[in-house]
């Protein structure tokens, strides 16, 4: 099983729309969660740590399901910028190394 | 805002020669990472280093690899015979501290091994 696991998309959304993305892990010991975005050869940015009890930065809601090893991000009300590859990222054992997803293109249109 | 720099942005290299990528971590963290993106592929972990020591290396960190922080504000990955295989994107990272998860990365230096 992947340490990570991401649908990889592309999500073809237009302007406006509301999207998910979803992420499972496989080590339960992982203790911090994040979203990263990548745009086409450039670095990981950092976009949200996600908590357990969910955390929201205005148009970005991410929840974590640590019984299912599941989190999950949406995106509300889509802009031209918002496309990009969205990494789920889990930390490592002993909370050091960051393991990431593949990630999931999202494509938004006008 | 600080942010973690990188040089060269692209460097071009025989096989075999050996090659260095430097970082500049944010100023005040502890932390130090490197990573790597092979063209399609999904970011991979190198090496971390806290206190002028290796904390933990991944299995593509072999003898080849080696990381140094020379000074107060470098942080160094030498190649010393690089492959093909070692063509890639290498990503360098800081983390605040103990208490503090989040990974900045820089923006990257491009190898081309040929």
């Known amino acids: 099983r992947k340490e990570v696991e991401q649908d990889p998309g592309p999500f073809n959304v237009p302007e406006g729309a509301t999207v998910a993305f979803n992420c499972t892990y496989s080590?339960?010991?992982?203790?911090?969660f994040f979203w990263y975005r990548q745009d086409c050869r450039k670095e990981p940015k950092l976009l949200m740590s996600v908590y357990s009890s969910g955390n929201e930065d205005g148009r970005f809601t991410a929840q974590l399901n640590r019984a299912s090893q599941y989190i999950s991000l949406l995106i509300r009300d889509s802009k031209l910028s918002d496309s990009a590859t969205y990494l789920c990222v889990v930390n490592g054992e002993y909370g050091n190394k960051l393991v990431f997803g593949a990630g999931t293109i999202l494509r938004v249109k006008s | 805002e600080p942010e973690v720099t990188q040089t060269p942005s692209h460097q071009v290299t025989q096989m075999g020669q050996e090659v260095i990528l430097r970082c500049v971590p944010i100023s005040n963290h502890l932390y130090f990472y490197w990573y790597r993106q092979i063209l399609g592929q999904k970011v991979e972990f190198l090496v971390s280093f806290y206190n002028n020591e290796i904390s933990e290396k991944s299995e593509i960190f072999d003898d080849q690899f080696s990381v140094e922080r020379p000074d107060g504000s470098n942080f160094t990955l030498k190649i010393r015979s690089t492959k093909l295989e070692d063509s890639a994107m290498y990503f360098c990272a800081s983390r605040k501290g103990l208490d503090y998860y989040e990974q900045y990365f820089g923006p990257g230096t491009r190898l081309t091994v040929t």
């Open positions: 080590n339960s010991a992982s203790q911090s």
